[in-house]
């Protein structure tokens, strides 16, 4: 087994090395089927192993090198394959393997084509770390190497302002999260004196509780700031500038979920300090109804896209937060699959609208893009959470186990927020797909894309209908690891009310939305009342929240740095400058010296001479005498 | 009067100052040659009179050394000499400014 370990380990690293051999060459079709073979390679060796733990197999565990130890600090480069990674390593192969193939036809027309291997397979392998790594600094390693990748790829049209404004905004807000999440891991080595998972978990249980909500606290700021949880979300709004395949799998199906990883890699801890756990479930509660809120009334398709993610990461952690972490990961495995179709098809639009994001400009593509239509609003109902798709089946145990833990608030709170889910969801597909052809109005000529990449989404069309079969498999799988409990209401009746509740609830929403703006005829341009209105103009500004860091950070932080920059020039400069100016004008007023006239120069090297001769004499003296020296010098009372 | 190790030295010490007057003030390149002779061989005064006075033959090797150091210098600088003189015409310190920084 290990032998597929290290494949599904290494085969992404090869990959992106090897594209990375053609990135100043020109567009390579052979890069990318490569690349994304070796993927697909990953793939079917994360397969073998999920196959071998399904089975009941042993857990593999490897240590493949010492990679620090020194006194009591042992650090090895350690893998592990357990239910959990398992299960992540599943959904990252399967849908990186998937965008690397849509990709070869989605960055067909693009100049840095292999360039684009080469960052998305170096993701890849990061995130293999990231989930397979046995200890948190191996974790960590792979919490920054995604971070780095993702910042190529947001950036990856450099050209673009937007773009590089948006990767450096993602990496920022990133490192502010990491230094909480490396101060958790300090503490955790401090507290217990490993960093090994298999070491630490169990000796927290004997550590106070005070000390453990810190380690908890700290923890779970670097999981806000990887998986966008507020007050750290504006950035992934923003990293929608990146490519849309890098949107499907690294803002939406696997970087954005690592966060909600370490929670669950975490629950031995977060199962000890409820309290912290709660407020975890609280604001995921929040960011789930408050990114809703805000997809609401976008009028960017990716954005509408990306803020549903939030909102959907919010339920995961709430989920975590609730320890119902079985729950958690399988949301968050059933989420990849529709959410990354969702992108993907969101691509395919874009390709066929000449990069245009506004859905009011678009309306009744279904005629020219049957495919992605279909795929869409299969997509959309699955993250909408209707029966039988998978959405259904690893919501709605969200929802049941927030009822089932007496949490009638979160419970609420996630209830309303699968509402304006499917209304925001299907506004998007009735925009796009239905109603007149707005797009005539700019001389679009819209166009289906390539049928292989419609046949690389079609797994995960498959798994968005049918994921929720899985439940029960997955549920056995992770119980023993996870300490799962069943989150059965115990009432019959109350089950069925709630279901069908649910399922009328969030039905309505999508008719509602179909009704308004199935059949839309004009593009809105800014006239209308509601559009006018406060709670619009706050909803399409992002609560001002942007506003207030740019205003009330960003601005003041400027303003010191420029303060500060003075002092650096008065101060340190000067200083430095100073420096060398003593030097410069010394040589300068030498140079005279160096009249070139050999009589005057031998002068002066008699004049040196006998300066280094008295020096030394002086000093051998100073030496010879120094006991008496120092008694005259205290006699003086020096 | 017996002569002693001092009276060397002392010979020794009012050659190098000589020597070392001349290479300061001559401006005529073969008479700063002569110069360094003088401060040559002060020095290989004393390195033989210090081993005269210790009975060890270093110090008179050392100034067999010096004897032969010199006179290849002596040889190279008067063959350069020679060629300035035939370029220049003069063999004046004060016209060999070229190394001027």
Redesign the interface.
Known sequence: MEKYLYIALFAPLVSSMFSALFTNTPKKQFVGIIASLLIFSAFVSSSILLTHILDGGDIVHVEMMTWMATGNLYIPFGFVVDQISVTMMMVVTLVSTIVHIYSIGYMDHDKGFNRFFAWLSAFVFSMMILVMSDNFAGLFIGWEGVGLCSWGLIGFWFHKEVATWAANEAFIMNRIADLGMLIGIFLVYWNTGSLQYDIAFPAMAHLDSATLTWMGIFLFIGAMGKSAQFPLHTWLADAMEGPTPVSALIHAATMVTAGVYLVIRSNELYDLIPHVGLFIASLGAFVALFAASMALVNRDMKRIIAYSTLSQLGYMFAAAGLGAYWVALFHLMAHAFFKALLFLGAGNVMHAMHDELDPFKMGGLKKVMKGTWIMMTIASLALAGIFPFAGFFSKDTILEAAFAEHHMVIYGVLLFTAGLTAFYSFRLVALIFHGEERYKIFGIHPHEAYKFMLIAMSPLLFLAMIAGIFQTPFFEMVEEILGATEYHIHSHATLLIMLVGTQMFVGLAILYAYKKYASWSSVPDGSSVIENSFIYKLLYNQYYIPYGYEEYIVKPYNELSAALWEVDKKVVDASVDGIASIFYSAGENT?D???????TM??WM?VGTVVLLSLAVVFGLAARYSGEIMSILSGLGV | MEIGLNHYLILSTILFAIGLVGVMRRKNLLLLFFATEILLNSVNIAFAAISHYYGDLTGQMFAFFVIAIAASEIAVGLGLLIVWYKRHGNIDLESMTSMRG
């Open positions: 140079r010296m160096q009249s070139g006239n050999l009589s031998l002068k008699v």
